[in-house]
C-alpha cells in the first residue's frame, strides 16, 4: 500500500490508532486517539503506555503486548484506559506487531474503540461472570470456547484471550454433551469430571450444564468447581473410615480368639452340666429332684444361646450355608415373631415377587430376623409398627455399599423398620460394637447388632443402620445372590430308634468329666465304648484293640494333638473308621469362611444325648 494512502487511513480514522515501542513508549498517535484518550498528539508521543493503563491492568497488558511483539495478534478484547481528565473508559482494542522495513520488530500496534452502549452491558454482564466464584465457560456449537471468566483463566492457568476458541475438550478431556441434548433440561444435572491445566496439571471438578439461547445460535454455559480441598477431605474420610473399620476388624478378630477359647471351656462345661441335668430328669422323673434339673438344664440352655452369640459375631461358629430363598425364611418364622415381639407392635411384610436365592445357613438368617425384631421390639415400648420387606439391589460401582467394601453385583435386600423411639448418631455409630447396649445393667448383653453384623459379613454380605430419635430406625441387609437353587431338606424323624447295635465307638476328650458323660451315653444308647483321655492315648487304643472300632468321636481341640491330627492318624491305622468331630470352637477342622468340608462331620458343644446318638448314626449310616 502506498505510505501516503496508509497515513491517511490512520489519520481519518475513528479508531484510536497508536504504535508503541518495545519499551512501552508511545511512538505514534493519530486523531481517533486524541478523541478517545483526551490527550493531544504532542501530549501522548514520548510516554509511556502504562499511563493510560489502569495499575491492575497494566501485568495483563504488558504480557499481550511481550507475546505480540514477538510475531503474534491478539482479537479484540475488553479492557480499559485513563483519559487526560483522570475517568476510566471501557474500549474494545486489538493489538498487532510493528516491525521495521527489513522485519526487525519495532514494538506494537493498537486499535481501539470505545465500547457501545450494548458493549457496555456486556461489559457489565462479564463484571458479574468475573465475580463468580466458579469457572464459567461458554461453548457454541462447534465445542469452542466463546466467553470465559476470570476464574476459569486462574483454574486453566490461561489468559482470556488465549482461551476463547479454544476446543472444550482440550480444557475438560472428557468433552461435554450437544447442546440440543439439553434443550428441555435447562439444568442438568452435576457430575465429576477432570480439567487439564495449561503446565498439563489433572484437576478434579464438579461440572454442571445449561443451555442458553442467543442470536448467534444455542450455547452451552458450562460452570466448573476445582474440587481438589473436597476431595482432599473424602479421601482423608475414607482413609480414616477404613482405619476405623480396619481397627474393628482387628477388634472383633482379637474378641473372636478370646471368645473361642471360652466357647471351648464354657460347652464342655455346659455339656457336662446339660446331659447330667437330662440324667436326673429322665431317671427320676415326677420327683422334685427332676423340676430342680429342669432349671439347671433351663439355665445351661440359655448359657449355650450366649455362647453362640458370641462365636456368631466373631464369626466363630460354624455355619452349614445352602441356597435359601429368603422370602421363605421370612414367612417361616413370620408366626413366631408375632408371639414374641406382642400383641402391642404390628407386624407387615412387603416381600419382592421373586427373590433370586443366597446363599446362607438358615438358622443363622432365622437368627438375624430374630435379633433384629427383638430389638424393633425393645426401641417400642408403647407399641408400634414393625415391617420386615426384601427387594433385590444390583450394586454398582456408584453403590455407597461398594465404598464400604462389598463387591459390585446382584444382592437381596433384608429391610426391618420399627416406628420405635430412633437412635441419635453417637448410638448409631456404636451399634454393631459387641457388649455395647443403651439398656439398664441386666437388660441386655449388647451382643444381638453384633451377631447380625457377625453372621452377615460371614456371609459376604453387609448391614446399614439409618436413624434418627423419634423417627424410627431400619436395618439393611444386603445378601450376595447365587445362581444356585433352593432344595428341599430331608425331615429328621423325631421318633425314630436312635439305639445302636453294639457298633464300637472310640471317644477322644481331654475333659474328664465330659469323656465320662459322653461315653455314658453312649453306652446307655446301645454301644460298645472305648475311651482315650488324648491323641497318644486314641492312637495306642487304635493300634490295640483287637476288634473292628466303627465310629471314632473326638474332641477338635485338645493339648498336645489336635483332633484334626488324631483323626487323621487313627484312620491310617484302620481306614474303615468313620470320624465324628466334637467342638464348642472348631474353627481347626472348618474350610474358609466357617463353613465344613463336605467330609467333615462335626457335632457342636453342648449337645444333648439325643443330639449325640442323631449324629453318630447318621455317620455310621452315611455312606
Not at 464369626?315 to 414374641?340: C, F, T, Y
Amino acid at each position: 500500500m502506498d505510505l501516503a494512502l496508509f497515513e491517511a487511513i490512520v489519520l481519518s480514522s475513528h479508531d484510536a490508532i497508536v504504535a508503541i515501542d518495545v519499551r512501552g513508549t508511545i511512538l505514534s498517535w493519530n486523531p481517533g486517539a486524541e478523541r478517545l484518550y483526551g490527550f493531544a498528539a504532542a501530549e501522548a508521543i514520548g510516554r509511556s503506555v502504562d499511563d493510560l493503563i489502569p495499575p491492575e491492568k497494566q501485568s495483563d497488558e504488558a504480557y499481550i503486548r511481550s507475546i505480540v511483539a514477538a510475531g503474534a495478534h491478539v482479537d479484540r478484547y475488553r479492557t480499559l484506559r485513563i483519559r487526560a481528565d483522570g475517568r476510566t473508559v471501557a474500549v474494545s482494542i486489538g493489538v498487532s506487531p510493528l516491525a521495521g522495513p527489513d522485519g526487525r520488530p519495532l514494538g506494537v500496534t493498537t486499535i481501539a474503540r470505545g465500547v457501545s452502549d450494548r458493549e457496555k452491558a456486556e461489559s457489565q454482564v462479564q463484571a458479574v461472570l468475573d465475580a463468580t466464584p466458579d469457572a464459567l465457560l461458554g461453548v457454541d456449537v462447534n465445542s469452542r470456547v466463546v466467553l470465559v471468566n476470570r476464574e476459569a483463566e486462574r483454574l486453566f492457568g490461561l489468559r482470556r484471550f488465549q482461551l476463547v476458541e479454544l476446543p472444550v475438550e482440550r480444557l475438560l478431556p472428557d468433552g461435554l454433551p450437544r447442546p440440543t441434548i439439553f434443550a428441555n433440561d435447562p439444568a442438568a444435572a452435576t457430575r465429576e469430571r477432570t480439567a487439564i491445566r495449561e503446565d498439563g496439571t489433572k484437576v478434579p471438578v464438579e461440572i454442571s450444564l445449561s443451555a442458553l439461547r442467543t442470536d448467534d445460535g444455542p450455547l452451552i454455559v458450562v460452570a466448573i468447581r476445582d474440587v481438589t480441598e473436597q476431595q482432599r477431605l473424602r479421601e482423608e474420610a475414607e482413609k480414616e473410615r477404613l482405619e476405623a473399620r480396619m481397627q474393628r476388624t482387628q477388634r472383633l478378630e482379637s474378641l473372636g480368639q478370646l471368645a473361642g477359647g471360652v466357647a471351648h471351656d464354657f460347652n464342655n462345661l455346659l455339656a457336662v452340666i446339660l446331659n447330667y441335668a437330662a440324667f436326673i430328669i429322665e431317671d427320676g422323673a415326677g420327683t422334685p429332684f427332676a423340676a430342680d434339673a429342669e432349671q439347671i438344664a433351663r439355665a445351661g440352655r440359655r448359657g449355650s444361646e450366649l455362647t453362640h452369640q458370641l462365636l456368631a459375631f466373631a464369626r466363630r461358629e460354624v455355619i452349614r450355608p445352602r441356597p435359601l430363598d429368603v422370602n421363605a425364611v421370612v414367612r417361616e418364622v413370620q408366626q413366631m415373631l408375632s408371639r414374641s415381639i406382642g400383641e402391642h407392635i404390628a407386624l407387615g411384610t412387603h416381600l419382592a415377587l421373586t427373590v433370586p436365592p443366597v446363599m446362607a445357613d438358615p438358622g443363622q438368617l432365622e437368627q438375624v430376623l430374630v435379633n433384629l425384631a427383638v430389638n424393633a421390639r425393645d426401641a417400642m415400648p408403647s407399641g408400634g409398627q414393625l415391617t420386615i420387606d426384601t427387594n433385590v439391589v444390583d450394586v454398582d460401582g456408584d453403590h455407597a455399599a461398594v465404598r464400604g467394601g462389598l463387591a459390585p453385583g446382584r444382592y437381596v435386600r433384608l429391610r426391618v423398620s420399627d416406628t420405635g423411639t430412633g437412635m441419635p448418631k453417637d448410638v448409631v455409630d456404636r451399634a454393631f460394637d459387641p457388649f455395647f447396649t443403651t439398656k439398664p445393667s441386666g437388660e441386655g448383653t449388647g451382643l444381638g447388632l453384633a451377631t447380625v453384623y457377625g453372621i452377615v459379613t460371614q456371609a459376604g454380605g453387609t448391614v446399614h443402620i439409618y436413624s434418627e430419635p423419634g423417627l424410627g430406625t431400619t436395618i439393611s441387609v444386603l445378601l450376595p445372590a447365587t445362581s444356585e437353587q433352593p432344595t428341599e431338606q430331608a425331615e429328621w424323624a423325631a421318633d425314630r430308634d436312635l439305639r445302636g447295635q453294639g457298633q464300637t465307638v472310640l471317644v477322644v476328650e481331654d475333659e474328664a468329666a465330659l469323656r465320662q458323660v459322653t461315653s455314658r451315653i453312649l453306652r446307655r444308647g446301645g454301644y460298645t465304648v472305648l475311651v482315650a483321655e488324648d491323641g497318644p492315648d486314641a492312637l495306642r487304643i487304635a493300634g490295640e484293640h483287637p476288634e473292628p472300632i466303627d465310629v471314632l468321636v473326638t474332641d477338635v481341640i485338645m493339648p498336645g494333638m489336635l483332633g484334626k491330627e488324631v483323626a487323621q492318624r487313627v484312620t491310617g491305622i484302620r481306614p474303615q473308621i468313620k470320624v465324628l468331630y466334637m467342638s464348642g470352637y472348631a474353627q481347626p477342622v472348618l474350610a474358609s469362611h466357617g463353613t465344613l468340608d463336605p467330609d467333615v462331620y462335626l457335632l457342636e458343644k453342648p449337645f444333648t444325648s439325643i443330639e449325640l446318638l442323631a449324629a453318630v448314626q447318621d455317620l455310621y449310616l452315611s455312606p
